[in-house]
């Protein structure tokens, strides 16, 4: 099997065993050459890719029918995956956005130096930015050495996937690997905090 296909029907929901080696490296291939996964997260599934690469960003958002100027969310697996991002910040806003994390908070890091590519980041001039307590998702980033984009599984206007089989009847073949897993144990989708505000916009 190409581990650029998937073999969506093996996939099980309530599959919460550690990924094999195997997984990592076929998310890993996939990631870097350009795919487009869907991998459990903290409350629903979600849809990843590289967030340097202009072609799997577009993909991605082609398939959620979503438009480039929303933006979406980084997903990281550590403060030190992201360092770049707040070394550039007041130290007190450094702070404000690592005393939420590992977890399921979304802060809105100003990007001072315009380091995010403007397909990830939107019309906005902060970018969206988490660090994963989800045991996949950190493992995910770690083998990708990089964070991930991390959107909801679900076209526009439908609702996030939180079963496999949503996932295949939302997105079928179209797309590049399934990750296995079970998702986290909450119910709503992180909350999104402006570090410089402090206002909770989700």
Known sequence: MDPGQGDVNSVTHCDSKPLSDWQLHCARRTVLGGGVIAYPT?????????????????????????????GV??????????HFLLDPLPESLRREAERHW????????????????????????????????HPVVRALCEVAGMPLVSTSC????????????????????RLDWI??????????????????????LR
């Open 42 to 70: 903290e409350a629903v599934w979600g849809l990843g890719c590289d967030p340097w690469d202009r072609d799997a960003v577009a993909h991605l958002l082609e398939l959620k029918q979503r438009p480039v100027e929303k």
């Open 73 to 82: 969310i980084l997903v990281a697996s550590s403060v030190e995956q992201i």
């Open 102 to 133: 590992p977890g399921p908070v979304t802060c809105l890091l100003p990007d001072v130096n315009r380091q995010i590519p403007e397909w990830v980041r939107g019309r906005h001039v902060s970018i969206a930015v988490r660090v994963s307590d």
């Open 154 to 173: 679900n076209p526009a206007g439908r609702q996030p996937a939180r079963h496999i089989w949503q996932v295949r009847r939302y997105f079928d073949d």
């Open 179 to 200: 990750v296995p897993g079970a998702l986290g144990g909450n119910r709503k989708p992180s909350r999104i905090i402006d570090i410089v505000s402090g206002q909770q």
